[in-house]
């Protein structure tokens, strides 16, 4: 579903900003259909938005500049990496042209001019709202969520909508209705789910930020397949979606290639808006810059008592932790106690998420069984049949004792942060099917749905914030991710330590350090 616009070539716009008036500059044409851009495109497309920002504000860059590029991009990458299922480019090209004019006048907004990927969740009128399921292939959302409003009104330019599982119930993201979406640093593998395309076009330059949800790992896992930063915020930091609002292990949050982009777009989603009932008050805005982590007790743990992780990963992964020992910080190795195993704490994310509203949204599609995935099959047969308050109370029940034994280990022992492995391997194939395959790890067979990441758990304890940084590529030239937790509400915590963990980490999406697509 994507909007088709005649372009042409141009001058360059920013050439003009400094001696054009602003009608003069918004009246030039496009030009995606450029042919001899790409170094130039390239570093447009992957620049950050605190970047561009500054450069706007100087009329140094244009937005439109930006937009063109991205759009060429896609057309050069997105038949082979499937990230979008619609994009906006006249819409999008009109957006850009007004934010260029608010620019010349000096007056521009927070997020003027960039471009963010919005998931397949939420909703904006006229659009798509598909949830990645046939059932649903055709669906238009008749209202805009105020999450996507505050988008609009700081400016930013949400341009295409990205690919998801179905019903956001994987890890990976493929579905009847859309297709395979494939890794960037490596089109084997998978980018993640579910907000799987979100990630995918962040590592491939198709956006600069991009919008994601998190009801088991959703953000954090393909922020680490995709080598980028991603936040679960705590649950009331940023408000509920719509028809969410008793989805309690689920939340909205940001993904970014760098901390500050992430942050940046947090602060456009937290807080309260108009009619929310689960927001938090007052609005917490997150600083951009943070003292280092000298004399900070920071945890570490490696499996949660019961991971098998490849080794590629947990090399990584310990370099990580020495980099914040060498900038002063203690770093501890505990025994989180949980006494649970990887399918168990699956099983009470299950219970939690679908004893309640959202399975009976699931219970719904059995009505359409021979259209959904393996996997979109198995948890709406889960929702019909076995699924109601007892299993509500059991999931309450270890959520819990989940937290009491956290806080015992953790918290209480004066550790300000809890690091993890994000993923236990990044070699996940792009249509892993949870249903029928059978992995492995270190050659020995692990849970299809829960032996894979780390992640579940801080959904089960959703008022705990948590980052996924970007801990450098696996020799098969997929990234990985490190978990940062910080206790209940502290939410910036999590931002000085991955601060400090991104001041010396490697440095993904520059120099040599690029996805390899062209």
């Not at 938005?49 to 439109?64: H, N």
């Not at 998801?164 to 395979?180: H, R």
């Not at 930020?209 to 940023?238: E, Q």
């Not at 920071?298 to 020495?322: C, H, R």
Request: with cysteine; glycine share 10%.
């Amino acid at each position: 579903m994507t909007e088709s616009i005649e372009t042409a070539p141009v001058l360059s716009r920013r050439a003009l900003l400094k001696t054009a008036s602003s009608a003069a500059a918004c009246a030039i044409a496009p030009g995606w259909a450029m042919a001899d851009t790409h170094s130039a495109d390239l570093e447009l497309c992957y620049m950050p938005a605190s970047d561009l920002l500054t450069k706007f504000k100087a009329k140094d860059l244009s937005p439109v500049e930006v937009l063109e590029a991205q759009f060429r991009r896609t057309d050069a990458v997105e038949e082979r990496l499937n990230n979008f299922i619609a994009t906006y480019p006249e819409e999008s090209l009109a957006a850009a042209r007004a934010s260029e004019d608010r620019y010349m006048k000096g007056e521009g907004l927070p997020l003027d001019g960039i471009t963010i990927a919005t998931k397949d969740e939420l909703a904006i009128k006229g659009r798509p709202l598909t949830a990645g399921t046939l059932p649903l292939k055709d669906a238009i959302a008749d209202e805009t969520d105020p999450l996507a409003e505050r988008l609009f009104a700081d400016g930013a330019i949400p341009h295409a909508i990205t690919t998801v599982p179905e019903m956001y119930f994987a890890g990976v993201t493929w579905s009847k209705a859309w297709g395979v979406t494939r890794n960037p640093w490596n089109t084997k593998y998978t980018v993640g789910g579910s907000s799987g395309g979100s990630g995918g076009a962040l590592a491939s330059g198709q956006t600069t930020l991009a919008t994601g949800s998190d009801m088991g790992g959703s953000i954090r896992i393909p922020a680490a397949f995709c080598g980028l930063y991603g936040f679960k915020p705590p649950y009331g930091r940023v408000p509920a979606s719509l028809g969410a609002t008793f989805l309690l292990p689920s939340t909205s949050g940001p993904m970014a290639r760098t901390l500050k982009d992430m942050i940046l777009l947090q602060n456009n989603m937290a807080g309260p808006t108009p009619n929310s009932l689960t927001a938090l008050r007052p609005k917490l805005t997150l600083p951009l810059e943070y003292d280092g982590v000298e004399g900070m007790r920071i945890a570490y743990n490696i499996d949660q008592g019961w991971a098998e992780i490849e080794p590629e990963t947990l090399d990584l992964f310990m370099k990580a932790v020495e980099g914040l020992r060498s900038q002063g910080a203690t770093l501890e190795e505990v025994d989180l106690g949980l006494g649970l195993t990887g399918p168990q704490i699956r099983l009470a994310i299950t219970q939690a998420l679908l004893s309640g509203a959202f399975g009976g949204q699931m219970k719904g599609l059995i009505a359409y069984a021979d259209q959904l995935t393996s996997y979109g099959r198995y948890f709406a047969e889960v929702a019909a049949t076995g699924m109601g308050p007892d299993e509500a109370l059991a999931a309450a029940n270890t959520i819990e004792r989940l937290n009491i034994l956290v806080q015992q280990a953790v918290f209480d022992n004066g550790y300000q942060a809890l690091l993890s492995p994000t993923l236990n391997t990044s070699r996940v194939q792009a249509d892993y099917d949870p249903v029928n395959d059978a992995p492995r790890i270190n050659g020995k067979a692990v849970d299809p749905h829960a032996g894979l990441f780390q992640t579940p758990l801080w959904n089960l304890l959703n008022w705990y914030p948590v980052v996924s940084a970007p801990i450098g590529l696996t020799p098969y030239n997929m990234p990985a991710g490190m978990q940062i937790v910080a206790n209940t509400f502290e939410d910036a915590i999590c931002m000085q330590v991955a601060a400090a963990h991104e001041a010396v980490s490697p440095k993904l999406f520059s120099g040599e350090l690029m996805p390899d697509i062209g």
